[in-house]
């Protein structure tokens, strides 16, 4: 039996993320470097014969994924799981001004605390949608083929250790996925799923 696969894909850069802008569920499309990265991973995804490509339905993702797609001669399904983390009043707002505003708080965000953000989605919500997704991609996959599901950094490292029953805290020790860095499950003999590669 040949082993079914997932790759998890993060979106090619934006300009809020070089500007270290919190982008949460706010919209914001890909930058030169980022429709870049995606046109030089697409290939590389490619060649894993994906037969599904899902996407978070925000903007970032869904360009990255049709250009992935495209190259594997399919369509891209948007599935609104695989967003990012909602991150409530923080959304718009630049690393420096969250800093300015309360650095307790900000010292918080970045050691990835993200418990009761005002308005924020608690990361055990995000884990259950993300992780609800990949089993339903994973359940549509056939033996020996492989599923692609291009989403977000924060997202893909907490629906990663839900997916696996690791303890979400496990996500926080996961080194953040660079801007179209891929994570790459494989599927045992005995049905479960083990971790193959991190942030290619």
């Known amino acids: 039996m040949t082993a079914r696969r997932i790759v998890l894909l993060r979106h090619g850069r934006t300009s809020w993320n070089a500007t ?33 490509v899902w996407t978070s339905d925000l903007a970032r993702a869904r360009v990255t994924a049709e250009t992935v797609a495209k190259e594997a001669g399919l369509v891209p399904t948007h599935d609104g799981r695989l967003r990012e983390f ?6 718009g707002l630049t690393h420096d001004e969250i800093r300015e505003r309360d650095p307790e708080a900000f010292a918080r965000f970045r050691s990835g605390d993200w ?4 308005g924020a989605e608690s990361p055990q919500e995000v884990a259950d949608r993300y992780a609800a997704c990949l089993r339903d991609l994973a359940a549509a996959l056939g033996e020996g083929q492989c599923g692609v599901a291009v989403s977000h950094g924060a997202a893909i490292r907490t ?14 020790d996961l080194r953040a996925l660079g801007n179209c860095g891929r994570v790459v499950l494989e599927q045992r003999v005995t049905g479960g799923w083990a971790l193959a590669s991190y942030n290619a």
Request: charged content about 20%; aromatic content about 4%; cysteine-free.
């Open 20 to 52: 270290r802008r919190v982008q949460g569920q706010l919209d914001s499309e890909l930058d030169e470097v980022g429709l870049e990265q995606a046109r030089a991973v697409a290939p590389v995804v490619a060649a894993m014969a994906p037969a599904l």
């Open 86 to 91: 909602r991150l409530g009043e923080l959304q």
């Open 115 to 118: 418990e009761g953000i005002p």
């Open 159 to 172: 629906g990663l250790a839900a997916f696996l029953g690791w303890p979400l805290s496990v996500g926080q």
